[in-house]
């Protein structure tokens, strides 16, 4: 009975499930207060948020001494502090907002043009204008105006706070029209845009890595007061371990409707938060203010194989071997599912959203789950091998 029961505790720790979320357990994570004291940095704390002040923040960097000081408080505070802070001024020049915002919306025009661009991974369809990969798209357009906007001191300082050097960074516009609606709140990329049913199957230290593995940021172009629906923000609930299926659980999400809060930003303003942190984009109750952020994801340096591997060329060799073992018995269902993981590619990232979209669901279908389909209804490989490069070519930028 003692194994038994050592056994059980032990499959309780490393599978986490929606069933076994506590929201008790969660309101002694989230209901804490932030002390400034913590944190000598910040010029302020409104609504458990920390606000620094940019300029003298970039002050204190001035010698490695205080650099790392600051690196170190940053990184906690996102860390196991409210998970949120505020950078006001982070773009002390408006006019590179301003030149960025006139292209991001030359972009949004020529997508209501041709009936093209994204919607929203966690939104209604219609409530708000995407431009995927605005990172490279502003670039190409605008050079000068792109090296003047990321070449931002805070932007740097918080994307090595989190991630260390060497990151990655990607971005994507979000405008939210007057009358947008809120987003469901939501946790981020990666076990973020995942199912309940796959985030079962991850081990609990995946559900703690997962965060350290990404950034959050947003830069406002414009001003936001509280009526054009600013980010909702839970802080410290980026710190309850089973938080991915958590928000699946009507009580967690009554819980977040019930306890947000929501700082107003100004134009040029930074916020950066965990992306573990329960949160969600607000409703535009404004006539008037078309709410525009560029919502910046920067990635871990780590984040990607060792190797360089052809998996489309692989896949389409490997699937006729495939039909063949299945139809002389001489692979079980499971050892072709095992020989399919270890050859074709089995997430849906990176990708390019406006034309591999995630259509019905939170992410875009996999190498895999077209190679299963393709087996179940008996395709020829030509058709396979087609269909595979037509996936592979949505997905390149």
Same mark, same amino acid.
């Given at each position: ?19 076994? $979320? ?11 207060? &932030? ?136 971005? !994507? ?15 981020? %990329? ?17 559900? *703690? ?6 950034? !959050? ?16 923000? =839970? ?9 991915? =299926? ?25 916020? /950066?938060?965990?992306?573990?942190? /329960? ?10 203010? *078309? ?5 910046? !994801? ?16 692989? $896949?389409?060799?490997? %699937? ?22 270890? $050859?074709?590619?089995? %997430? ?17 279908? &996999? ?23 037509? !996936?592979?070519? *949505?997905?390149?930028?």
């Amino acid at each position: 009975m003692k194994t038994d029961n050592t056994a059980r505790r032990r499959v309780e720790r490393v599978w986490l499930t929606e069933d076994s $979320c506590s929201i008790e357990a969660f309101r002694v994570e989230v209901e804490r207060r &932030t002390n400034p004291a913590d944190y000598p940095h910040a010029a302020d704390c409104q609504k458990n948020i920390l606000i620094y002040d940019s300029a003298s923040l970039i002050a204190a960097c001035a010698t490695d001494d205080g650099r790392r000081a600051a690196l170190a408080e940053i990184c906690e505070a996102l860390a196991e502090g409210p998970g949120v802070a505020v950078f006001k001024r982070a773009v002390a020049d408006t006019s590179v907002i301003d030149e960025a915002s006139r292209i991001f919306d030359e972009i949004i025009q020529e997508q209501h043009r041709t009936n093209s661009g994204g919607g929203d991974h966690f939104a209604k369809p219609g409530a708000n204008d995407r431009i995927w990969n605005s990172l490279e798209k502003h670039c190409l357009c605008a050079p000068e105006n792109f090296a003047a906007y990321y070449g931002n001191a805070v932007i740097a300082l918080v994307s090595e706070a989190w991630l260390g050097p060497n990151y990655q960074m990607t971005a !994507q516009v979000n405008r939210v029209n007057p009358g947008g609606a809120a987003q469901s709140a939501h946790r981020d %990329y990666h076990l973020g845009f995942q199912t309940s049913a796959v985030i079962e199957r991850y081990p609990a230290h995946v559900h *703690k890595l997962s965060p350290v593995l990404t950034l !959050q940021g947003a830069v406002a172009h414009c001003d936001m007061p509280l009526e054009s629906g600013p980010t909702l923000f =839970l802080p410290y609930s980026q710190t309850y371990v089973p938080g991915y =299926l958590a928000l699946k659980r009507p009580e967690f999400k009554a819980y977040f409707d019930e306890n947000y809060v929501q700082l107003p930003l100004e134009k040029g303003d930074a916020v /950066f938060f965990n992306p573990a942190l /329960f949160h969600a984009a607000g409703t535009n109750r404004s006539a008037d203010i *078309k709410r525009v952020a560029n919502l910046l !994801q920067v990635s871990s340096a780590f984040g990607r194989a060792m190797e360089t591997v052809d998996r489309e060329g692989m $896949c389409g060799v490997l %699937y006729p071997a495939l039909k063949a073992l299945a139809a002389d018995g001489k692979l079980s269902v499971a050892e072709i599912a095992n020989a399919i993981a270890s $050859c074709a590619e089995g %997430y849906s990232f990176p990708t390019n959203l406006d034309r591999d979209p995630p259509l019905g669901g939170l992410a875009p279908k &996999t190498q895999a789950q077209l190679m299963h389909e393709a087996l179940a209804a008996g395709w020829d490989t030509g058709t396979f091998v087609e269909a595979i490069a037509a !996936q592979t070519a *949505k997905k390149k930028s």
